[in-house]
């Protein structure tokens, strides 16, 4: 059974930086997923803030661009996030999604981020 589990969250000022990780098991072959993060604040939709496909290529939200990165490591079947420049608007629950396509998605329990001074 695939599972995600995410960490590195927490509280950090305007202008800090985090990186959350996530550290994938129960899957055959980590490569062929590709993955994303999402981030969920109160009262809002789900939106995507970074995604990575299979062979690498990325996708930001205009929000995340310029200051965060996703990166992913096939050998330790990880996948993460660094954030720079954090803002109160970036506060919210991040989560960790693989998609196996077509249609097949797993996604992780979530990591808070509150970004406040």
């Known amino acids: 059974q695939v599972q995600l589990v995410e960490s590195g969250g927490g509280w950090v000022q305007p202008g800090g930086s985090l990186r959350l990780s996530c550290a994938a098991s129960?899957?055959?072959?980590?490569?062929?997923?590709?993955v994303g993060w999402y981030r969920q604040a109160p009262g809002k939709q789900r939106e995507l803030v970074a995604y990575m496909s299979r062979s690498g290529n990325t996708a930001y939200a205009d929000s995340a661009k310029g200051r965060f990165t996703i990166s992913r490591d096939n050998t330790r079947n990880t996948v993460l996030l660094q954030m720079n420049s954090l803002k109160p608007e970036d506060t919210a629950v991040y989560y960790c999604k693989l998609n196996l396509p077509p249609s097949t998605d797993y996604w992780g329990q979530g990591t808070q981020v509150t970004v406040s001074s």
């Open positions: 129960g899957m055959s072959s980590f490569s062929t997923y590709s």
